[in-house]
T-cell receptor, first 115, second 111 residues
Framework: EAGVAQSPRYKIIEKRQSVAFWCNPI?????LYWYQQILGQGPKLLIQ????????DSQLPKDRFSAERLKGVDSTLKIQPAKLEDSAVYLC?????????????FGNGTRLTVT | QKEVEQNSGPLSVPEGAIASLNCTYS??????FFWYRQYSGKSPELIMFIYSNGDKEDGRFTAQLNKASQYVSLLIRDSQPSDSATYLCAVNVQGAQKLVFGQGTRLTINP
């Protein structure tokens, strides 16, 4: 079974620039998550999709972050404009079920550095 | 109060000993509990999940859940240097239908 695919692996941008991350979940997984992990902290949920719909985006900074899930499969997360505090690893995960009751499977993450 | 709390460590354990990692949570309605291992520079990988009170064993790993005390733990028997990593506790938040992670405990196994 292919795992969760993410790209790019690394990205370095200057503040106020924009950046986009891509994620392809495990085939058949209805739920897709984007987490932000700052160095030394646990992952923080940014947005959770169930098929095409958003289940939770309460911690997504909507003035600069946006996300979409195309046709209930692939997803993109965008930051525009980036701030220094956005430097983190952005993890995409998927699960078979929803509601936080199913194990999450993570991609390799994208390490973003904002200078 | 944080939704999921872990001691950030570092926790240092000699090789061959039992490592004990602890996690408390605030939502009494939580039903699903997960332990993830994260090596430096890597993404989290699932070690165990537990849904019912009591113990669940898988090889050298045992998860323990006490819902009355809102406490979940992970025991690693016969600790190996390869177990050195950060261990993340994750708990579902019933009302919000999402999984919340603790800050992680950094574990070091000393040869």
């Amino acid at each position: 079974e292919a795992g969760v695919a993410q790209s790019p692996r690394y990205k370095i941008i200057e503040k106020r620039q924009s950046v986009a991350f891509w994620c392809n979940p495990i085939s058949g997984h209805a739920t897709l998550y984007w987490y932000q992990q700052i160095l030394g902290q646990g992952p923080k949920l940014l947005i959770q999709f169930q098929n095409n719909g958003v289940v939770d985006d309460s911690q997504l900074p909507k003035d600069r972050f946006s996300a979409e899930r195309l046709k209930g499969v692939d997803s993109t997360l965008k930051i525009q404009p980036a701030k220094l505090e956005d430097s983190a690893v952005y993890l995409c995960a998927s699960s078979l079920g929803s509601g936080g009751g199913s194990p999450l499977h993570f991609g390799n993450g994208t390490r973003l550095t904002v200078t | 109060q944080k939704e999921v709390e872990q001691n950030s460590g570092p926790l240092s354990v000699p090789e061959g000993a039992i490592a004990s990692l602890n996690c408390t949570y605030s939502d009494r309605g939580s039903q699903s509990f997960f332990w993830y291992r994260q090596y430096s520079g890597k993404s989290p990988e699932l070690i165990m999940f537990i849904y019912s009170n009591g113990d669940k064993e898988d090889g050298r790993f045992t998860a323990q859940l006490n819902k009355a005390s809102q406490y979940v733990s992970l025991l690693i028997r016969d600790s190996q240097p390869s177990d050195s990593a950060t261990y993340l506790c994750a708990v579902n938040v019933q009302g919000a239908q999402k999984l919340v992670f603790g800050q992680g405990t950094r574990l070091t196994i000393n040869p």
